[in-house]
């Protein structure tokens, strides 16, 4: 079970720190990824830290924005957000997977309930 947290009304320009932490799973043994949906839109993959090297793949629309980390000792994964904009409002969905494929929802087999972001103009 996955559980996020951290999501807010922020103004364009600002940060935001979301995270999720597991239970009954253990992060280190899964990729890591996040996912967000706008109203009327599709899920859209954010980002994935890989299991075991730790290392982030992010979508174009975030690179330089965005950072993804994990603390396994809290079995916890973060999504750093700065320089948030109002087209990234969305539901932000934290995921497990087993798969190497990354960026089609399908593929992962645990998510958490979502957490909203709104970022103000």
């Known amino acids: ?40 839109k599709e899920r859209e993959f954010v980002g994935i830290s890989r299991r075991s090297s730790g290392a982030t793949i992010l979508a174009d629309s975030v690179k330089g924005r965005i950072t993804i980390s994990g603390d396994n000792a809290k079995n916890t994964v973060y999504l750093q957000m700065n320089g948030l904009k109002p087209e990234d409002t969305a539901v932000y969905y934290c995921a497990a997977s087993s798969s190497v494929v990354f960026h089609a929802p399908e593929y992962y087999n645990y998510w958490g309930q979502g957490t909203l972001v709104t970022v103000s103009s």
């Open 1 to 40: 079970q996955l559980q996020a947290s951290g999501g807010g009304l922020v103004q364009a320009g600002g940060s935001l720190r979301l995270s999720c932490t597991a239970s009954g799973l253990t992060i280190r043994r899964y990729h890591m990824g996040w996912f967000r949906q706008a109203p009327g």
